[in-house]
C-alpha cells in the first residue's frame, strides 16, 4: 500500500509542477495591432449562435469575416445573408457537397481559407465569441513569438452539472502533461497540439504546409493541424486565449458525452496512449482521494499529498481560466468520467460505429 500511495503522489506531483511552470510561459496575444486579417466561421446548423459570432468576429478588428453554409438545414445561411447586406466585410459561401475522403470542417475551413484574401487566418468555431480587437491580437502574437500556427482555448462557459465537471480539464490535461518549453524549442510534430476552437495561421505558411487538406480525414483538428505545420518544418504555438474569446461548446449533459467522444481515438483515447494516460491519470488524479481511507499513516498523509497537488492545480486554473469554483471538488468524479469517455469512444471506434454529430459521421470508418 505504502508504494501505491508514493507512486500516486508522483503521479500527482509531477503534472502539479509542469502545470505552475506552464502558467508562467503561456500568455495572452499582446495589446497591439498585426497584420489584417479574415475570421474564418463553418457553419452547419448554427442559427442559435452565428449572428453573435460574425458580430463578434466584426468587433474584433477583422478586415472580413467570412462564413462558409455546410449544408444546413435551419435558417443559418438567411442570417448570414442579411448580415452581409449590413456590412461588406461579411461574406457568405456555399459549401460544395462533401467529398468520401475528407471530414466536414475540415472541408468547409479548407474552403473558407481558399476564399480568404488577408494575410492571416484565424479559424473560430460559431461558437466561439472574439473580443475588441481579438483579431488585431492574434495577428501580433503570431509576430511577436515567429510562430507560422498559435491556437489558445477561449474562456469556456459553462451552466450545466456535465459541463462544470468536464470542460474545465482542457486546461487541465494540456498544461499539466504539455512541456511548453520544450515545445518551442523543438518543431517535432509530437508537440503539436492546440484547441481547434480557436486557431490563428499565417495564410501563406497555411497554404504551402497542406492545411486542412493534409488532415483531411482527421477529427481532432486542434492536434491535427498543428502537427500538418511541425510536419512541413514550421513552428506552432500556444497562447492564454481567456480575455479575447468565449465559448459554450456543449449546452446538454448528452451533449457533453458526446461532443468529448467523438475524436478520442486522436487524443487521449488513442490506441497507443490510453493505458499510461490511465494509468497516470487514475493513479495521480483519484487514486490519492481513495486512498485516504487507509489505516497505516504514511499512506494516509502520502496520499492527502498527493490530494493536495491535483486540488491545487483545479484552484489556480480557476482562477486564471475563469472556471467555475464549484466543480474543483468533483476533480476525482470528473477524471474518473473522463477516462471512462475516452474508453467508450475508443471502443466505438475500433468496432467501426462513429457517433453521430450534425447529422453526419463524427469520423470515417474506413
Known amino acids: 500500500m505504502i508504494w501505491l500511495a508514493v507512486l500516486s503522489l508522483g503521479c500527482a506531483l509531477g503534472p502539479a509542477l509542469l502545470f505552475a511552470r506552464n502558467l508562467s510561459l503561456l500568455r495572452p496575444p499582446p495589446q497591439s495591432k498585426g497584420p489584417s486579417s479574415s475570421v474564418l466561421i463553418p457553419a452547419r446548423d448554427e442559427e442559435r449562435n452565428i449572428a453573435e459570432a460574425v458580430a463578434a468576429a466584426l468587433s474584433s478588428d477583422a478586415a472580413e469575416v467570412l462564413v462558409l453554409d455546410d449544408g444546413s438545414a435551419d435558417r443559418t445561411a438567411e442570417i448570414v445573408r442579411q448580415l452581409a447586406e449590413d456590412d461588406p466585410r461579411v461574406r457568405l459561401l456555399a459549401g460544395a457537397p462533401l467529398p468520401e475522403d475528407w471530414l466536414g470542417k475540415n472541408f468547409a475551413c479548407a474552403q473558407l481559407a481558399a476564399a480568404a484574401t488577408q494575410p492571416v487566418l484565424i479559424f473560430a468555431d460559431a461558437d466561439v465569441r472574439l473580443t475588441n480587437n481579438a483579431a488585431a491580437r492574434l495577428g501580433a502574437f503570431l509576430d511577436e513569438t515567429g510562430a507560422q500556427l498559435a491556437s489558445g482555448v477561449p474562456r469556456q462557459i459553462t451552466r450545466t452539472f456535465s459541463e462544470q ?95 468529448l467522444a467523438k475524436n478520442v481515438h486522436e487524443g487521449l483515447g488513442a490506441p497507443g496512449l490510453i493505458v499510461p494516460a490511465t494509468l497516470v491519470l487514475g493513479l495521480g488524479q483519484v487514486a490519492p482521494f481513495l486512498l485516504l481511507s487507509a489505516s497505516s499513516r504514511p499512506v494516509f498523509f502520502l496520499a492527502l499529498t498527493g490530494c493536495a497537488c491535483a486540488l491545487a492545480v483545479r484552484v489556480i486554473a480557476s482562477r486564471r481560466f475563469q472556471q467555475p469554483l464549484g466543480a474543483i471538488v468533483f476533480h476525482p468524479l470528473a477524471v474518473t468520467a473522463l477516462l471512462a469517455i475516452q474508453w467508450w469512444g475508443l471502443a466505438r471506434f475500433l468496432l467501426g460505429r462513429p457517433p453521430q454529430w450534425k447529422g453526419r459521421a463524427a469520423f470515417s470508418t474506413r
Open 165 to 259: 465537471l468536464l470542460v474545465p480539464l482542457i486546461h487541465f490535461v494540456l498544461l499539466g502533461f504539455l512541456p511548453l518549453a520544450r515545445m518551442r524549442a523543438s518543431r517535432h510534430p509530437a508537440y503539436g497540439t492546440g484547441c481547434g476552437q480557436l486557431v490563428v495561421v499565417d495564410a501563406e505558411v497555411y497554404r504551402a504546409s497542406g492545411g486542412h487538406g493534409a488532415m483531411r480525414g482527421r477529427v481532432h483538428d486542434g492536434l491535427a493541424l498543428p502537427k500538418v505545420f511541425r510536419e512541413a518544418g514550421f513552428q506552432t504555438d500556444l497562447f492564454d486565449a481567456t480575455d479575447i474569446a468565449t465559448c459554450r461548446m456543449y449546452r446538454s449533459d448528452l451533449a457533453v458525452w458526446r461532443g
